[in-house]
């Protein structure tokens, strides 16, 4: 009852605030974007806004450089003639030469709803490739498969996640697709105010579960203020509850064409704030039972079990760095979360406590040595790493360690260890990492030809090379190798 209160009072709001601004200019001065043949819009198709030479900006520093014209011709992507499955709130707001409108599209995810808050030309884009332009009708939508989890107040807590049935390791436990996406240029850019306005639009926007959901979500307890106005609200759960979500070419290829044609406005990477309802209800333990990664593919963020799970156990992720010892980890938590850590891993007696901070203070001093390529690192080291990991239950960056051994075993010449790890590197990584990782591709090749993968023999070249440099000239450089 208290999540369709506010939501009423949220609808006010952004209404009261969208016939304001329909009268007068933005708070930079600009005028707002309007669908053609529309004054405030319900049922927004995609366009491309005409342009003229003046109107184009210059794109940012760190965005790929456009191909040379001699790359073949551009086709710009078309709206469909079909019904357009996005709407667009009644406002919009200004950054720099960029303006920014929350965009909502009806239909995404078995009707879940998804809402983005990003520029007209960047929704053109992202909403005319997969998987945004998919639409399934209600009658075909894929049945709903009960999750393996519920949710449960937890004293200390509030609402998490616990398991209902027993999970494996290595389950799929969600794919969620989040709530609100807010382009990360918006989250910089914008002011506080502007930002919470078109986050209020971007939620009232979704169905009446998905947006009662997000507004059931936790705030930072710092910014909890009774006499506070729903926008404020709104903006404390999203910016509480974000992950960064980088798009990687989503439906667009390595080259940014689509069956062959050059795509418009293509980036290799577009970097966005996002919040989903089922992900955030998940609590922090500096031992997961759970580790995830964002799929570009399918706008998803994919939870994967990396211990088995017992019936009413727990579901945790980590929202720090786990291989810090625990009073840095526990300075990170209270200052960006505001709470204490009560993990099993941070309530250990003083003793065992030092000793598990001992072991994390060693597994950071074997990582730098592993990988200076020059140091006398040794397959050993890297099998002691495998251990302390292990210890300190880190399986859900276990991977890591994996990836250090195969290419230590590598470097002096063994293939049969090397491969061992390289599988069970790959075996965690594509689980917790995705495919489209550079530590995926290299275990990979390692797999398919170890003998001629980059590491094979390092170490045993290194040491000689150092020798010989050391013989002829008495004062070798050990960077050499």
């Known amino acids: ?127 005319s490739q997969p998987p945004l332009n998919l639409t399934l009708p209600s009658d075909q939508s894929p049945p709903a498969i009960p999750p393996p989890y519920k949710d ?26 989040p709530a609100v996406m807010v382009d ?70 390595a080259d940014g064409t689509v069956e062959g044609e050059k795509v418009e406005g293509w980036e290799r990477e577009m970097d966005f704030q996002s919040s989903f309802v089922e992900v955030s209800r998940l609590n922090h333990a500096c031992s997961p039972n759970l580790g995830y990664y964002f799929d570009s593919a399918t706008l998803s963020h994919k939870v994967y079990a990396v211990k088995d799970i017992l019936p009413g156990e727990e579901l945790t992720i980590s929202y720090v760095d786990v291989l810090q010892p625990s009073t840095t980890r ?56 495998i251990t302390l990991y292990v210890l300190e239950g880190l399986q859900v960056r ?3 360690a994996y990836y250090r051994a195969a290419l230590e075993w590598n470097g002096v010449g063994d293939s049969g260890r090397a491969l061992k790890y390289a599988r069970l590197c790959l075996d965690r990584g594509l689980l917790l990492r995705g495919p489209n990782r550079p530590f995926v591709d290299s275990m990979k090749e390692l797999v398919a030809n170890p003998t001629g993968h980059w590491s094979w023999r390092f170490r045993v070249k290194s040491s000689t090379k150092e020798a010989n440099g050391q013989e002829g000239s008495g004062n070798g450089n050990e960077n050499e190798g």
């Open 152 to 177: 449960i107040f937890i004293p200390g807590k509030g609402i998490g996640l616990v398991a209902s049935e027993p999970i494996r390791s290595g389950r799929l436990v969600m794919a969620a697709t």
């Open 330 to 385: 526990q300075s990170l938590l209270a200052k960006t979360w505001s709470f204490a850590c009560t993990c099993p891993r941070c309530t250990l007696e003083p003793h065992l406590l030092a000793e598990s901070d001992s072991r994390a203070d060693s597994m950071l001093s074997l990582r730098r040595e592993l990988d200076d390529y020059s140091s006398s690192a040794s397959p050993q080291k890297a099998e002691l790493l």
């Open 1 to 127: 009852m208290r999540a369709r209160n506010n939501i009423a009072r949220l609808l006010c709001l952004t209404l009261s605030a969208a016939l304001t601004s329909a009268s007068t200019p933005s708070a930079h001065g600009a005028s707002l974007f309007v669908c053609p043949a529309l004054d405030i819009s319900t049922s927004c198709p995609l366009y491309q806004p005409p342009q003229t030479p003046n109107q184009t900006s210059p794109p940012p520093s760190s965005a790929p450089q456009q191909p040379p014209p001699d790359s073949g011709p551009e086709s710009p992507p078309k709206p469909s003639t079909s019904p357009s499955p996005w709407s667009r709130g009644p406002i919009c707001r200004r950054a720099g030469h960029s303006e920014y409108c929350a965009f909502t599209h009806s239909t995404f995810s078995s009707n879940t709803s998804i809402s983005l808050i990003t520029t007209p030309s960047r929704i053109l884009l992202l909403g």
């Open 184 to 253: 990360d240029k918006a989250f910089r850019g914008l002011r506080k105010g502007d930002l919470a306005m078109l986050l209020g639009q971007a939620i009232v926007q979704l169905p009446a579960e998905h947006s009662g959901r997000f507004m059931n979500l936790s705030a930072d307890a710092r910014a909890g203020d009774e006499g506070e106005g729903q926008l404020d609200r709104v903006w404390k759960i999203f910016s509480t509850n974000a992950f960064r979500t980088p798009v990687v070419g989503v439906g667009v290829g």
């Open 398 to 400: 276990i991977y890591e």
